[in-house]
């Protein structure tokens, strides 16, 4: 299946998982679904093809991650769903993920649209267009600045959305450790390298999107729903898979419909949030 041109995308993950996102939501038409991608790389994840309030998107489920495509493998996920996304000329993205808190006044349902990262995976693919260099086919090389990792304008849309779908308390700015994963934290990792750090959530599923983005010259900002304390954090009580389970299926359709708003809502030629100018071509290959 050749690769379509499109300006949006839409970088699933937990939150919305079982949500039937984007073909279960008001207003969305399918215009293609479970298109499969050749890549350099090996073949995608599904995408889905939709469109809303007259803009087209492109949606990959979990951040393109199944159970034959690793983040953490050669040819990872994030190489994949990039390779698409670079091909079908997208400039505005769009990520979500479920984290937990590892600041004490956080707790759960509570939503952070993040303002800034630090990354702590040890396996993740770094540079795209080099990958792709690897893999035989030329593209351009770039450099570039991380001073406003996350697209102001997509995040005053995630805020606004996030409002008007109903979560109690949404807070426009925090910053998140991406963690390898795929085990949970210890206490002791939790306060030294989070909570003492100033990082208000951790997760394990923003990176490598966040800075694929910008190398492919597109704005990028992400939902990040707090889903549990981190441990030791508040208790150490386990609330259970099934406390978890019913966490998920209560907020995955509010979820679904913050990031459906911002995409209703995005503009397509705007520039002016400055994102794409924080790039610029490169002499390293
Ligand atoms: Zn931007």
Redesign the pocket.
């Known amino acids: 299946m050749s690769i379509p041109q499109v300006r949006i995308a839409v970088i699933g993950g937990s939150t919305i998982l079982g949500s039937g996102f984007p073909g279960a939501l008001d207003g969305v038409e399918v215009l293609e679904e479970a298109v499969v991608y050749e890549t350099p790389f090996g073949p995608t994840a599904p995408f889905t093809r939709a469109s809303v309030g007259g803009n087209e998107f492109l949606f990959v489920p979990f951040h393109g991650i199944t159970r034959g495509i690793m983040n953490t493998e050669p040819d990872s996920a994030g190489e994949r769903v990039f390779y698409v996304l670079l091909k079908a000329g997208v400039t505005k993205i769009i990520g979500t993920a479920l984290c937990g808190s590892t600041n004490p006044l956080l707790d759960p349902a509570d939503v952070v649209i993040p303002d800034g990262f630090v990354d702590y995976t040890t396996k993740r693919a770094q540079r795209l267009f080099r990958a792709i260099k690897a893999k035989g086919e030329e593209v351009g090389s770039f450099s570039y600045r991380l001073h406003q990792p996350f697209?102001?304008?997509?995040s005053s849309l995630l805020v606004a959305g996030s409002k008007k779908a109903g979560f109690p308390r949404v807070f426009p700015r925090g910053v998140v450790g991406v963690a390898e994963g795929p085990r949970l934290e210890s206490p002791s990792e939790i306060r030294l390298r989070y909570t003492d750090q100033g990082i208000d959530v951790v997760t394990m599923n923003l990176v490598p999107e966040v800075f694929f983005a910008r190398e492919i010259g597109a704005?990028y900002a992400a939902l990040e729903l707090v889903s549990n304390y981190g441990e030791g954090l508040v208790s150490t009580e386990w609330t259970g898979a099934e406390a978890f389970r019913e966490f998920q299926s209560h907020w995955r359709l509010p979820s679904a419909e913050a990031l459906l708003h911002a995409v209703r809502h995005m503009e397509t030629g705007d520039v002016s949030?400055?994102?794409?100018s924080n790039r610029w071509p490169s002499i390293l290959t």
Request: overall charge positive; glycine content about 12%.
């Open positions: 697209c102001p304008r997509l704005c949030c400055g994102c794409a």
